[in-house]
């Protein structure tokens, strides 16, 4: 566990979210009386079926969407869902790379500086850094055509960095990676997350990857998306190919996947 | 990799299917050569046969000049008519571009205007769409009633044709920017016209472009159309005007050199419009990308 975690988790929730509920204008009722506590400095993993409001959670403590009931609470003593994101110091890596086609490298990290008013000299330093620490230095001049799918992805994960957010939210951002990829990103994931100590909230469909990366699980069911689980993975970082073929990780990866089926059991047993 | 190559047969199996890939390969790039020379070659060519064919026409049968002139007569008089035929031509291409300028600047000006205000678009968007559908050749002469300056008239007119393709395409890139970039905006906390510039300008570029294509062709003939409208002449006359003219005086071929100086013109704008698009979408634009595969 981080450094950061180890020293705040007594304190009070990053973010908790009390009785969430979420009703979209068309009536489907995506999610119902969701109950979160985020630790700062953990490494969540959102786990559920397709349908099961994972995105809708993320979007709504990202301040992208609201709440139709319940109520949002940071440790700042902020309630949301009205708050700025700005003011809460969030990043958010989508499952496309969604970079700007007609901007290099750099332009695409420089984003979010520049919409605060930093000129391209001033940048500069943080944008290289952002590009050091997924390993494309190199790239600064390239356009995004011209990256593989997983270097697109790297530098959409820098531009999330680059502002050096207290919380990562991350929707599905692998998902459409290879897994040699897939794998080598996991693991620059959780370097960078052990290094920098912020907090990540990852939504996977994956049993295996959300066992790897994260300290905790939480598992959703689908209509209405409620928590069903909540497990904690208590095996030590940093993690690696050991970790994956380790009998502790079959383990959580059996219990994952059975909650995970008895969440979909339920939903389909509930509702025809 | 390494057992690939200890294993008996396949190095060979490989080499053979490498020279029949080969092979196909060297086809293919020779199709694509003998295209891109036919591409050039066929248009030309049928071009000059059909002027030969033509020339031949006319002085075999005797056709008379006042009624079908024979080309080299036409290119005579392209060039002995210059002095008259390149004024006209400057006046055209003055009103031309200045509308098209004026298209880009309105019709852009409005599309952000509409992308801003659902208000402003809901109340002013039927009325660009009654602009455009009604022909200009029956709003031209009411046009020229009301304004007094001949200029502002032909002005106005090839505005209307022109401005149409720039709203409807640049009110559609701006609406088409992704909507996670725009999610990630928000996110970040961009001002309207931070994401404005920032995104939907670039999104709507491509989009642009298309529309200026359209409109580029679409003035000159708003001018020509507005110039035939507006009839009498005296200085500062047009191309239309002279075309007008020398038909009331049966020179057919001055007609015909017109009319040639009209397409050229109208092929050299949609060329420009297209470099120019090129330029601005070759780094990074689907459209204007050479792909190695
Ligand atoms: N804008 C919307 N309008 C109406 N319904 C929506 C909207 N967005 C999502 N939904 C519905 O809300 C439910 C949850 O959607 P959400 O996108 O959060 O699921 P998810 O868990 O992220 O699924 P996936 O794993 O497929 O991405 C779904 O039933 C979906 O149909
Ligand atoms: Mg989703």
Redesign the pocket.
Known sequence: MSLAAEAEISQAPLVSLRHIGKT???G?V?LHDMSLDIQSGEFVSLL?P???????VLRIIAGLGHATTGRMTWADGENGPAANAQDHHISFVFQEPTLMPWATVFGNVWLPLRLKGATKAEARDRVMEALAMVGLEAFETAYPRELSGGMKMRVSIARALVTQPRLLLMD?PFAALDEITRFKLNNDLLDLWQRFGFTVIF?T?SVFESVYLSNRIVVMA?RP?RVVEDIPVNAPYPRGDEFRTSETYNAFCRTASESLHAAMAGSEDGHG | MADLTTSGPAPNLETASQAVADEKELARAARARRDRIARWVLPVLTMVLTILGWEYLVVANEIPHYILPRPSLVLETLVKDWPILSAALLVTLKITFGALAIAVVGGVGLAILFSMSKWVEMSFYPYAIILQVTPIIVIAPLIFIYVDSKIAGLLICAWIVAFFPILSNTTLGLNSADHNLRNLMELYGASERQTLWHLKLPSALPFFLGGLKIAGGLSLIGAIVAEFVAGTGGVGSGLAFRILEASYRLNIPRMFAAIILISFTGILIFAAMSLLSHLLLRKWHESALKREN
């Open positions: 979209f204008s068309n489907t995506a559920g397709s349908g099961c409001g994972k995105s809708t599905e939504v469909h689908a998306g």
